[in-house]
C-alpha cells in the first residue's frame, strides 16, 4: 500500500487513470525514493563502487487493468512476446559500457551464476577454453558480458518444458518451448 501523500501527488496529473493505477506509481514513486536512499548509503560507506545494482521482472504484467505490455501481445502466462519478456535496469560503476538498451536474450536464472561470476571475479579458475565454470549445475548463463560489454551471450532461452507421461508414468515426450532472437519454436 502506498501512503496517501503520495497517492494525492498523482491525482491532478493522471486525471483519465483508475484509482488503482494511482496507487501504482506512487508505489513505484516511493520505492524510487527507497532506492535513492540504499545508493547515498553505499556512496557513504564506500561500497558503492564495487555494487551491482539490478532490478528484474521474470516475465511481462499479469494483464488485469494496471499493467501494460505495449506494444507487446499478451501477458504473464500467456507465450506471446507480452508475457514472455521482461524489463530489466542495471546499474553499477563496474560496467564497461552505459546508457544503452541490451536487446540480447537473457533469462531470469542467468542472475545467479553472474553474481557467482562476479563475486569471485579476482579468484575465478578458467579451462582451457577461458570460459567461466559455475560452481554449480545450474541452468542460468554467466551474462556479464552482455550486460557490460552489450555482447551476444545466448543463442536461445527456454521459454516452457511439458512432460507428458504414459498411463505407467514413462516419459512419452518432453515439448520444449524455446525463443530465439527471430522465433518461437516447439520442439520434440
Avoid at 516475465?59 to 530489466?88: A, H, M, Q
Wanted: include cysteine; charged fraction near 25%; aromatic fraction near 12%.
Amino acid at each position: 500500500m502506498a501512503p496517501k501523500n503520495d497517492v494525492r501527488k498523482y491525482t491532478d496529473h493522471m486525471i483519465y487513470s483508475s484509482s488503482d493505477r494511482k496507487k501504482y506509481a506512487a508505489m513505484i514513486s516511493v520505492m524510487d525514493r527507497g532506492i535513492g536512499k540504499i545508493v547515498t548509503e553505499l556512496k557513504e560507506m564506500g561500497f558503492y563502487n564495487n555494487t551491482l545494482i539490478v532490478f528484474s521482472s521474470d516475465n511481462g504484467g499479469k494483464l488485469d487493468g494496471i499493467p501494460s505490455n505495449y506494444p507487446l501481445r499478451g501477458g504473464k502466462g500467456d507465450f506471446y512476446e507480452g508475457g514472455i519478456r521482461g524489463v530489466c535496469f542495471v546499474h553499477s560503476p563496474l560496467l564497461s559500457k552505459t546508457g544503452y538498451v541490451n536487446r540480447y536474450l537473457h533469462h531470469i536464472t542467468d542472475w545467479f551464476p553472474t553474481f557467482e561470476y562476479l563475486s569471485k571475479n579476482k579468484i575465478y579458475s578458467q579451462q582451457n577454453t577461458g570460459q567461466y565454470k559455475s560452481d554449480y549445475n545450474i541452468d542460468g548463463k554467466n551474462i556479464w558480458k552482455s550486460i557490460s560489454y552489450n555482447m551476444k551471450v545466448r543463442d536461445d532461452v527456454l521459454i516452457n518444458m511439458v512432460v507428458k507421461h504414459k498411463a505407467t508414468h514413462d516419459v512419452q515426450y518432453v515439448e520444449l518451448i524455446k525463443t530465439t532472437s527471430e522465433k518461437l519454436e516447439v520442439c520434440q
